[in-house]
């Protein structure tokens, strides 16, 4: 049987390679980081934060090491803070608004909150305690950061919580998705313990809608919280994308999180088609085991990429090259992949996303020499769930409101399988958990729950 060659790499280049990119800061670090914090009122990067972290609260504490206390203030607005810490794009968000930016470098809240938190997951430290049992039972589907931070929210406020998972570990996309060199599995991991000791019930290798029916949830418990996030990449709809060396982008990116890198196959020159933040990831990772040539595809121009521009320049820094205006059209190869091939393109009038849509340069076609090609090109959506509950949808996911209900009285939804914008983020994620919970438990409150409408 035909089978793709595995890294050439020694395993003690590959350990290194897939080391954390940051490394923690020191307590003296720390201490001296804290310190150049000016405790603004009214803090811009606590805005900037899509869980309202006191930022400067939590900076006070670090400065006066109370790094428990610290580490306290975090985990109230956000309960995978930890894994924030790591995975968000702080460019973006609290350090890139923060005052200091303009001038001097902006405070490394990231590293910060990395040191507080992980402080306590090290040390098994339990902050907060569930409220005596309020007799009411909530059902949360799928474990990843939208359905732990609800359950977390709602364990708190004394709801007996069951959240059910496919998977064989829980933490969705923190403990399979996002790269290892950004986010160890571990980390995910200790997150989900700490939502454990919380009384919450964890249920792994149940696929709600295989194994266990919607309906019968919706009457066994008073509310349900669906997180169940986004599927596996679409097929690319084009020749070849069965041959030998054809991969999933985020099936790629799994392996290194649960198997041994040197079991892992990759090409020596390997094209990635998409420019989205996976493409990104699933490009590094395939340098890191040690392809010697990487290329990323992209119909469009690296305007309308959807990379955070930030992981854009990471991906130049690790020799990953760029192909823009380039469509694919057929993977080349007999058994095997031995080329993609592609049609140059250019930009026309803006399509329904309001960017420039593209359009085929004719008799433009070009091959590039490649023996793997990893699609990347986005993730389909669970549409059969919503259909079973008969919920409303909007380009395939789930419209909730202002409370994350769903058109369905007593199921709640959040995460990546509501953001119909397409702009999803752990940290969204966990506060989407967090308003559901907030809803569910206000509605427990009222009596007025009802999933059986
Ligand atoms: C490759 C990649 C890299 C990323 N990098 C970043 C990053 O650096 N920073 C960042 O902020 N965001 C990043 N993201 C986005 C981020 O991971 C997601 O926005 C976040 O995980 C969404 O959380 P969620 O809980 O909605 O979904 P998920 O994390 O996808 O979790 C959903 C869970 O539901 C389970 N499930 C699904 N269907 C069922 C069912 N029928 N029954 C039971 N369980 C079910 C799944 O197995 C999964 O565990 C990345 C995403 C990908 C794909
Ligand atoms: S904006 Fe910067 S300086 Fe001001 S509180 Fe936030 S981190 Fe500190």
Known sequence: MLTLPTSALSAESLEQNFQEVLPALSKREASIEANRCLFCYDAPCTHACPTHIDIPGFIKKIARDNVKGSARVILESNFLGSTCARVCPVEELCEGACVLGSDHKPIEIGRLQRYSTDFVLEKKLDLFKPAPSTGKKVVVIGAGPAGLSCAAELAKLGHAVTILERKPLAGGLSTYGIVVFREPVQVSLAEVEMVERLGVNIKTGVTVGVDVTLESLTSDYDAVFLSVGLGTVPSLGIPGENLLGVVDGIKFIEDTKTQAYSSIPVGKH???????????????????????????VYRRSASEMTAYNFEFEFAKKEGIEYRFLSNPVAVRGTDSVTGLECVKMRLGAPDSSGRPRPEAIPDSNFVLECDMVISAIGQEKHQSLAQQLNLETK????????????????IYAGGDCVRVTGDASTVMAVQDGKIAARGIHAQMLEGMVSAND
């Open 270 to 296: 390997v094209c990635v088609i998409g420019a989205g933040n996976t493409a990104i990831d699933a490009a590094t990772i395939a340098r890191r085991l040690g392809a010697e040539s990487v290329t990323m």
């Open 395 to 410: 380009n395939g996911y789930i419209v909730t409101d202002a409370h994350n209900q769903t058109s369905r009285p007593g």
